[in-house]
């Protein structure tokens, strides 16, 4: 049994989008292997329910204790002149300071921590110095997104003032990324594509998917008029982009008549509810308070992303709720499941517009889909399997 560190940018709760439900199931395996898991995380100076969700935490999962960082993270006027020199990118050099790492070593100590798990890239401005300070923490990374890349790709959609910023960060956060596995014990990432694009060394990472608990039922009930439903955060910008291109180039060549198509995600901009409003079957919905119930009565999951890094929690929810999905090859990338068997995959308007008449008349291709897809699901996405995966790389650490 381990005393295990793990630090993220932000707490992981409520558990309601992809990188709060792929931190949560980093600590819920680790917490099925025996270890102590004690959480770290950071927080706004003026963030006034963070308190009560810190509780609410503890109380729903197995963590010894949550230590919070408050410190003015969103990105000022103030951050940028105090980073204009640095050497670090501002998006990484926001979560620093002297007093949080000096609190992180005192914790460490006092607590006997033998693992620094770190979440995502913006916690690791802490590695290179913890690991002088503390030579015999052993450090991993979890990886959720190549942020460099995530960066070039948000470029296309920024106006002049902003592309200019992101421009000059891309080299800075690359830079950073490819230092950083000179202090890392391990990197755990999410799929051959991103450890690829991160060049890191063989012998130091693993490409280990997140997992869900395998604690659901699958939808039973395909006899019901089939619907559409789309799952994902709209302020993040691959999503967005993903369903503007879907209202723009797909929708118009499906018959909806008798079926709807449901859009649930925070953050719409303007722009995509004006073109949700063009068409009467299309329902934005936003933010949904219970949807696991509202996806059990769904039959067609689609993913029609363009962009992006890293794995689709969305797509293994569906997988877990056996939802046949429809999706493009981004929008499954880090997932291994095969066309017409565990998924229809689609990357032209034409071909999207196919697969889904195709599953809206026909009930056994939706009825295949959805066993087949369920089942990959438990063989190799569920938190059992992915912590098993994870005891194996602790075990390498001869800690």
Sequence with gaps: MLNILVITPWLPYPVNDGGSIASMSSIICLDKLGHNVHLATFAEIDDSNIEHNKNKLLCKACIKNILIFRKEIKMNSKLLFKNLFSVNSILINRYYSKKILNDIVVYCNKNNIDVLWVDQLWPTVYVKKLKKILPNLKIIYREHNVESDLLKQKI??????????????????????????????????????????LDIPPNKSEVIPFGLDDNEQPIGNFNTKPNLVFVGSLE?????????????????????????????????????KKKVAAFPNVKLLGFVDDLSSFLLKSNIFIVPLLSGSGIRLKVLEAMRKGIPIISTSKGIEGIQLSHFEDVLIADTPKLFSEHVNLLLKNQKQRELLSKYSRQKFELMYSNDVIAKKISKVIKKLDI
């Excluded at 990324?177 to 051959?192: C, P």
């Excluded at 691959?238 to 925070?266: A, H, Q």
């Design 156 to 197: 296309k959609k920024q106006r002049f003032l902003k592309k200019f910023f992101l421009l000059t960060q891309i080299s800075l956060v690359k830079k950073f990324e490819k230092n950083l596995f000179n202090y890392l014990d391990f990197t755990i990432v999410l799929s051959k594509e991103d450890k690829q694009l």
């Design 236 to 272: 993040y910008i691959p999503n967005n982009e993903g369903i503007e291109w879907f209202l723009d180039e797909v929708v118009s060549k499906l018959n909806l008549s008798e079926v709807k198509v449901f859009i649930i995600g925070k953050g719409a901009n303007d722009k995509l």
